[in-house]
């Protein structure tokens, strides 16, 4: 979803429900502090929002909702939610981004934080949410220590924040090597063999650490490395 199709969103939302302040509680958010990011990691068609003074009329937002007339002609739809959606950090609201001025009617939206978003994604733990969560990372939009601190005060069972904490570390080391392999010029494609170790290697990592099952780091001789097939003079 675009900033200018979450825009019309608010719009409509407002001209539903009479509010004027909305939430916007889930991957949408990133248009906070980021409105100008590629569609390709705000790929869901939809926007989890709550009425800000009026909770109860986040219903009305069925109306433009999922299936709705509005959602087969448009392609996105608002879904309307409430505080208990997502797992968030204590002390959220303290840290929600206004969302840059935009064709809303003078309706308003308020977006999570980016890290707040990323700690109720890796709560959710949904495929679409690690993704969600490694593209973030990759992107250097979101910072281990930052995440550290807010799980810290988020209320999770202790086996989900032990999955949650081995998490946060995958991505941010893979985003270093693979910032290392685009600074020495290496291809683009995931490294093989000897250049994986040293990539990671340089990058303060090891190899299990930084590829987990099921992402081995493949060993194997390629063509153009660093191996070459046997030929008749080493025969001789």
Known sequence: MTKQQLDHLLRAAGRITGERQFIIIGSQSLHGRHPDLPDAILGSAEADLIARNEAARSEWLNAIGQDSPFHVTFGYYADPVDERTATLPRGWKG??????????????????????????KYVAARDKDRLFTRQLAQRGIIAEARLRELLALTRVDPEVRTRIEASIEQPELIAKILSHLERTALPPHRPSGAVAYIAISQAGGSAHSAFPSPIPVDTTPRSGSLHRKPTLLDRA
Do not use: E, F, N, Q
Request: hydrophobic share 40%; proline share 12%.
């Open 95 to 120: 840290r929600l981004v206004h969302l840059p001025p935009g064709d809303t009617d003078g309706v308003s939206g308020l977006c999570l934080d980016p890290h707040d978003l990323a700690i109720a």
